[in-house]
């Protein structure tokens, strides 16, 4: 079975940046890959996806800062943050699945990593 586990996340000030690592477990060279974030009293949301063959998608808050990319050989799934606001804190979750619908759409994916937490200070 498909099995996710993030890494990276951190405590960066304002400005910074940070990289977010997702490896996979299992086979998921044809999936769909993508990350959602949760802030504090917040529901969980879309941040970024990219499909198998290397098409991304981004919410408008990250375009320009925010970059997803995948290396289908190693099974690993990455999330460079740069120019990071206190508004980015949150903890984000790695996300896999076969998409059915729109990759923004949460219920969209089958297998979920349990999350790393990113804290922007200002």
């Known amino acids: 079975q498909v099995q996710l586990l993030e890494s990276g996340g951190g405590l960066v000030q304002a400005g910074g940046s940070l990289r977010l690592s997702c490896a996979a477990s299992g086979r998921t060279f044809s999936y769909f890959k993508s990350w959602f974030r949760q802030p504090p009293g917040a529901e969980r949301e879309f941040v970024a996806a990219s499909s198998w063959s290397g098409d991304t998608y981004y919410t408008d808050s990250v375009k320009g800062r925010f970059t997803i990319s995948r290396d289908n050989a190693k099974n690993m799934v990455y999330l460079q943050m740069n120019s990071l606001k206190p508004e980015d804190t949150a903890v984000y979750y790695c996300?896999?699945?076969?998409?059915?619908?729109?990759?923004?759409?949460?219920?969209?994916?089958?297998?979920w990593g349990q999350g790393t937490q990113v804290t922007v200070s200002s």
């Open positions: 996300a896999a699945g076969l998409l059915r619908g729109r990759a923004y759409v949460a219920s969209e994916y089958d297998y």
